[in-house]
């Protein structure tokens, strides 16, 4: 084989039924089509038959991917992306930030498979060429935090572990007598990085995610689930073997030019997502605020959720992924006049956190006041609220839950409780009103445990709706499921047009994502534009890179996939493509696995009633619903535009078998494709 | 008074400068080594990095007072004062420093097999993550005292037993590279990882972690601070979080595992007790 650059070409295939480890070797033609991260996932998705419709996404046959592509290494802004089928019977494609990407390609792999389920709970030590499944009873129930630091010593001290050679006579004899050597060898390194699920994941919660360095998730569809399913507690990495580049030197100028731009970026050097508090937050109007009844509060001064007051408050130390300059992570020691909080180390909180579970859980206002009416709280109790937003971010990420959807399940119960569908009897006595987040940290607990009601909570926001609709007989409950595609709404609302439009929601290859881009060709109606936003955001995710820094990025992609790779004829339409692939493949994958005969009804018309029902109570956007309160224009007119822009068909958002062949996709996805046309 | 003397002071001259033998640049080479280091004005076009001075060689327009070169063998106090220092509040632990010294040794080393690579195995300095705090870790030039070890040299140069690791005497060695009074690894004579481990055993026996060993020829390596003019510094993105200052002389008590200064970090910035 030609030598290969940027990829390493191997990807680890584990079967944990079996105990075997065998190496995948695609061909360079296949990583030229799809590039690795997600659309390399989502190939294999295919090729492996995980879109068959009866396959348990929780069951031993799923296929659990952690890919990274070819930049991925010695490029800044490393991710990974763990692809597999959620357990939500969707499409998941989750990204992570850390600095697990790049040791796994220093560990000479473009990823790692995982097939199969351990018959006890298992973990993973990949230390360059050699995979070995180890016992992880002994860590089986611990939280993340504390499981990732025994496994990273655990494997080190292995790796570097010698027996004790010096002797008292190698030292002077006045040194030997103050100080006799311990004879431990080495053993001191750390130098190996992890990725582990904790309860929520062992337990299968279906919104578990999987969480790397304490606070750095692949948080969104359930990875953590399917990870748990498989007895699977951790992969741990060590690679000593170096990225190989076709062209070292235009690549580290490429790096270092990216990371130079990097250093002048004070939006997200001063706060990381923080940041968006103190710029837009609920000024756009499209904040959570209590599951979404109000987007924006009365009175502009709640500012606990803004990136000054956070790092006044609490930030202690920026937080960096592999080669990055922006930092956005800022770690925090939570401090509070309640004994439940105060110490607890947690971070930020970041955007999504600040809202899904600050205030969307009604954290954010005084005791009995709306959200409608004057904040009448000092800068003490803006404090206190942060302080429970941090604490309800921590016990997310160290069950290894995800807070998008913990937070929007949460926010759900509130409400029903709100208006009096539901009581503390439903909820195993809990009595969950806006705000009180010693009920919301009783209430994780049991979902993590799968204790009591929690098994029922357990299975997400839209199944928590329809548990309790059915048990009560009120249909109408399910217009509080704030989900679109049955998958729980991050914290940007549709309504206000400032923010983000229905369509990217509906259109999003993942479940209610919102980093799938594209808002301006949306908003304006030119589908071709939204389509290639979105298809460089898939692109982004298989490369594998941070979208954060994408601005840094924009101009450097191409030429640094160029001399990673040695790819010279490699162009922004090949990455178009790339996307295009993606988005095709993950389409079919859906409509497959969930058997869609109407798919427009089925499936892209399941979002939030809210959407069209409740105008905008507040705010500077007042009144406003989603897509003009249009939802027949959206359905009928734009969707089918957008579906006819990407070569899929009008009626259904079927890849037609010309598309396929355009995209070099037929011998795949041709045969699913030709059943649903 | 009892007079104050300021160690990031450049000596004083004492004596008419000593004539020396002028490089191509019009500065010798012991001129331009001392003079980096002290700063002294018309010798040097001052470029700051942290606290770094870095020096350039000036036109000699006007005849400047040099410092004066020390005797043969000694070692200046005032360069050899300088360490690496850093603050873990400003670390990232973006990895930049890590990336920069390997690349610089990678390259000077092994340029042929790592024309194509990019590794972090040839790093002197690599940052450690235990989640919330980030180690730096690096040789921290610890010394023996004499009137307690029996020895002033380094712990890892006293155990070798090849006399690998050696102190180039200031001045001497490749410019860039060495020289400065600061420590190196003869790699003719170091046996390499297979076969011994007594430098690295001892630092992580009694001080830090600070060596480690390549994967090519598995030979011992330790940072060498560039012969005065780290890359890591000047690769460090935060200001503050890594610099070159003169700090006291012995850096043993800069010195820990890495494990036990992340729970002393633990400790300093979160109040949290943790066994690591």
Request: net charge negative; proline share 5%.
């Amino acid at each position: 084989m030609a030598d290969l650059f940027g990829i390493t070409g191997k990807i680890a295939r584990v079967d944990l039924t079996t105990e075997t480890v065998t190496v995948i070797e695609p061909a360079e033609e296949i990583y030229r089509k799809y590039l690795g991260g997600s659309a390399m996932g989502a190939y294999f998705l295919f090729k492996e038959g995980i879109f068959d419709p009866k396959l348990d996404p929780l069951g031993p046959d799923n296929l659990l991917q952690f890919m990274i592509g070819p930049v991925t290494g010695a490029a800044p802004n490393a991710r990974i992306t763990l692809v597999t089928k959620s357990p939500y019977n969707i499409f998941c494609a989750s990204t992570c930030g850390g600095h697990f990407g790049s040791e796994l390609k220093y560990a000479g792999w473009d990823g790692i498979q995982v097939v199969g389920k351990a018959s006890k709970p298992v973990y993973l030590a990949v230390m360059d060429d050699t995979i070995e499944i180890r016992d992880a009873s002994h860590v089986w129930g611990k939280g993340v935090e504390e499981a990732e630091l025994i496994l990273k010593s655990e494997v080190l001290a292995e790796l570097e572990s010698r027996e004790g050679m010096i002797r008292d006579a190698d030292l002077n004899p006045e040194w030997a007598a103050l100080r006799p050597p311990k004879r431990l060898g080495m053993h001191a390194k750390r130098l190996a990085h992890v990725m582990a699920i904790g309860p929520g994941g062992e337990n299968q919660v279906w919104y578990s995610c999987v969480v790397t360095e304490g606070a750095r998730a692949a948080g969104r569809w359930g990875a953590g689930a399917v990870m748990g399913s498989k007895n699977l507690k951790a992969v741990v990495v060590r690679g000593t073997k170096g990225h190989k580049l076709a062209d070292k030197k235009t690549f580290l100028a490429l790096v270092s030019g990216i990371q130079k731009s990097e250093r002048g970026d004070y939006f997200w050097r001063s706060y990381g997502t923080a940041g968006i508090g103190a710029n837009s937050a609920y000024v756009e109007d499209a904040f959570p605020i209590r599951n979404w009844q109000w987007c924006s509060w009365a009175d502009p001064h709640v500012k606990a959720i803004t990136g000054p007051f956070m790092d006044q408050t609490s930030f202690v130390r920026k937080v960096s992924c592999y080669g990055c300059n922006l930092h956005c992570l800022y770690p925090v020691e939570v401090t509070s006049s309640d004994p439940l909080m105060d110490g607890t180390m947690s971070d930020m909180p970041d955007w999504e956190a600040m809202g899904m579970v600050g205030g969307n859980l009604g954290y954010m206002e005084m005791d009995g006041v709306d959200p409608d009416k004057p904040f009448t709280g000092s800068v003490k109790d803006q404090a206190e609220h942060l302080a429970k937003l941090q604490y309800t971010t921590f016990i997310h990420d160290d069950n290894s839950l995800d807070f998008i959807e913990g937070g929007a399940n949460i926010a759900l119960l509130m409400e029903l409780v709100q208006r009096g569908f539901i009581d503390s009897g439903d909820l195993d006595g809990i009595d969950l009103q806006w705000g009180d987040v010693h009920a919301v940290d009783e209430l994780v607990k049991k979902i993590c445990a799968r204790d009591g009601i929690g098994d029922k909570l357990a299975q997400g926001t839209y199944e928590t709706a329809r548990y309790f609709a059915e048990l009560k007989g009120k249909p109408e409950i399910m217009n509080y499921s704030m989900t679109a595609h049955h998958y729980g709404q991050p914290a940007h609302d549709v309504r206000s047009p400032a923010d983000k439009n229905a369509m990217e929601y509906v259109t999003v290859n993942r479940a209610c994502a919102h980093t799938g881009g594209g808002t301006a060709g949306f908003k304006t109606g030119d589908w071709a534009a939204a389509i290639a936003g979105q298809n460089v955001s898939a692109a982004q995710n298989s490369l594998v890179h941070c979208q954060f820094p994408a601005g840094h990025w924009a101009g450097s992609r191409i030429d640094l996939i160029k001399a990673a790779t040695g790819w010279s004829d490699f162009s922004d339409e090949d990455l178009q493509l790339v996307g295009a692939r993606e988005y095709a493949l993950s389409r079919l994958f859906e409509i497959h696995i969930r058997q869609l005969k109407d798919p427009k009804a089925e499936w892209d018309r399941q979002v939030p009633p809210r959407w069209f029902n409740d105008p905008l109570p507040t705010g500077s956007q007042k009144g406003a619903v989603a897509y003009e309160g249009k939802p027949d224009v959206l359905f009928n007119e734009a969707l089918p535009a957008y579906w006819k822009e990407r070569g899929w068909t009008e009626d259904k958002g079927v890849p037609t078998l010309d598309t396929l062949k355009k995209l070099g996709i037929d011998d795949v996805a041709g045969t699913v494709a030709s059943e649903h046309l | 008074m009892a007079e104050i003397k300021r160690r990031d002071e450049a000596p004083k001259p004492e004596k008419e400068p000593k004539k020396t033998e002028t490089s191509a640049s019009g500065v010798s080479r012991r001129e331009f080594l001392v003079g980096s280091g002290a700063g002294v004005a018309g010798l040097v076009i001052g470029g700051v990095i942290g606290n770094q001075v870095i020096g350039k060689p000036a036109a000699p327009a006007v005849e400047a007072p040099a410092a004066e070169a020390p005797a043969e063998g000694e070692v200046s106090l005032y360069k050899a004062g300088y360490n690496l220092v850093f603050d873990s509040v400003q670390c990232t632990g973006c990895m930049i420093c890590a990336e920069a010294c390997s690349e610089k040794y990678a390259t000077f080393l092994h340029p042929e097999e790592t024309a194509n690579v990019v590794s972090l195995e040839f790093a002197r300095i690599r940052p450690m993550r235990f989640q919330y705090v980030d180690v730096i870790n690096v040789c921290s030039y610890c010394n023996l005292y004499e009137w307690a070890e029996g020895s002033s040299e380094f712990p890892c140069e006293a155990v070798c037993p090849e006399d690998a690791i050696i102190t180039v005497p200031e001045g001497e060695g490749e410019e860039g590279y060495y020289g400065m009074g600061y420590k190196w690894v003869d790699r003719e004579k170091c046996l390499g990882i297979d076969k011994c481990w007594r430098c690295a055993e001892i630092c992580e026996d009694q001080f830090a972690s600070g060596m480690s060993f390549d994967p090519i020829d598995r030979k011992a390596q330790v940072c060498s601070r560039c012969g005065g003019d780290p890359e890591c510094v000047k690769a460090c993105p935060e200001p503050g979080a890594l610099t070159w200052v003169p700090a006291a002389r012995n850096g043993r008590y800069f010195a820990n595992h890495p494990s036990d200064y992340a729970e002393l970090l633990y400790r300093k910035i979160y109040n949290h007790v943790r066994e690591l």
